[in-house]
């Protein structure tokens, strides 16, 4: 689900940084060798000092992360983490708690947020210290690349991701096995792909699309779904395009980018995939829980392999010439700039991050994707580990910046919902869109 700052609450968040530097209270600024000179303070030598982390973390989530929390305080002679876990307007409320002076020290950040926040100066600067630690999880060339670029300013970094999550295909093989089709392997396509989800949709007589007396209004299983999720730029990806580059282009007007986003809409218009009423009325991944729909694409942390029967993730097809690309979903940490303890604040952020790399999956780190290791954290999702460890190698972040939220607002409003809702041609709203896109990133 997305989230956005509305343009008045950042223009607060601006103002109050702005303000806060000019006072010199910076909580320790961008090493530790300048703490004194920029206002920070830490911890009295021999004292534990109390952290406030602030989550997202529903109740089943915060329980298991206390019980994290509870280990590493009993261990730490520096900190004690005090959770703060509520998932209502998380945004909202974690910028209204950065403006004032009861914010707190630690927090966790999407990838978005964590692009915007770093440009914005609302994260403190932990290039330093994290050069001079030698915990595990302060190793960068120990992290995925793509884990790292949210959380990377003009050389600087300013947080940890603590989970990068590949999109996968998740399968059900009764289904497959039941239509006499073979699992998706690393060789598929698109062209693989939709041949699956073409013997994979039948209406009530058992008939195919493409067959005789194929009844499109009788559909009960379809070979796939989709919603506006999965997205549409890992499959531009897939077609050696793009939608947004590095100097604010967005080149969805390329040849790459067009027939990436004509098999979608087609995709979308069925009927291989259920009409966008159908979802609502019986829900998006529930269809698939259900056995209505026979492919699903989600994120590695999904619970469909080891909630339903039957179910393991694949890697996603790659594109018409092999280009394997996929959405990987990145969450981290940060630290409140205005901390008053950035040294303890520091030690948790490290601590607390390697602790979530060994509970959530998929941990960001090149030397946890080991296979046994994995099976032994996850063992209900060990027959779809081997898939998701491979698609970290293919797992892509968008091209976060300051100015994202408003070209991604454009992209979903005037490009993809009219796609998925109003059956719109993509070649129409092409020419319409870029011109928008690339104003808006400018």
Known sequence: MKKKFSMAIILVLAVSLLLSACSGNNGGGASQGDQNEKGGQSAEPGKKVELKLTTWAGADEAKELQQILDELNEKSTTYTIVQDSNPAEYDTRLITQLTGNSGPDLFWISAQRAAQFSSEGAMLDITDRL??????????????????????HEGKVYGLPWLQQPVMLYVNKGLFDEAGVAYPDETWTWEQFTDAATKLTKDKNGKHPGEDGFDEKSVVQWGFTLNGWPPS????????????????????????????????????????????????????????????????????????????????????????????????????????????????????????????????????????????????????????????????????????????PEWDNIYWTQLMDPIINAGTDPEKLIPEVKPLLESAIK
């Open 233 to 404: 730029q890992m499959f531009v990806w897939q077609n050696g395009g793009d939608v947004l580059t590095e100097d604010g282009q967005s080149p969805i007007d390329s040849p790459e980018a067009k027939e990436a986003l004509n098999f979608y809409a087609d995709l979308v218009k069925g009927p291989l995939t259920p009409s966008q009423q159908i979802v609502r009325d019986r829900g998006f991944d529930k269809m698939f829980r259900d056995g209505q729909v026979a492919m699903f694409m989600g994120g590695a942390a999904d619970d469909l392999d080891s909630t339903v029967d039957n179910v393991q993730a694949f890697m996603v097809p790659a594109g018409p010439t092999g280009i394997h690309a996929t959405f990987g979903d990145i969450l981290g940490m940060g630290i409140n700039v205005n901390t008053k303890n950035p040294d303890a604040a520091f030690e948790a952020l490290v601590d607390l991050s390697d602790a979530i790399h060994h509970w959530k999956i998929m941990p960001p780190r090149k030397s946890l994707a080991d296979l046994a290791t994995l099976q032994e954290l996850h063992p209900k999702k060990s027959h779809s580990l081997e898939a998701i460890i491979n698609s970290m190698e293919y797992a892509r972040p968008y091209r976060y910046s300051e100015k994202y």
């Open 131 to 152: 050069k001079s630690s030698d915990k595990p999880a302060a190793n960068l060339d120990d992290y995925y690349e793509a884990s790292l670029q949210p959380f990377t």
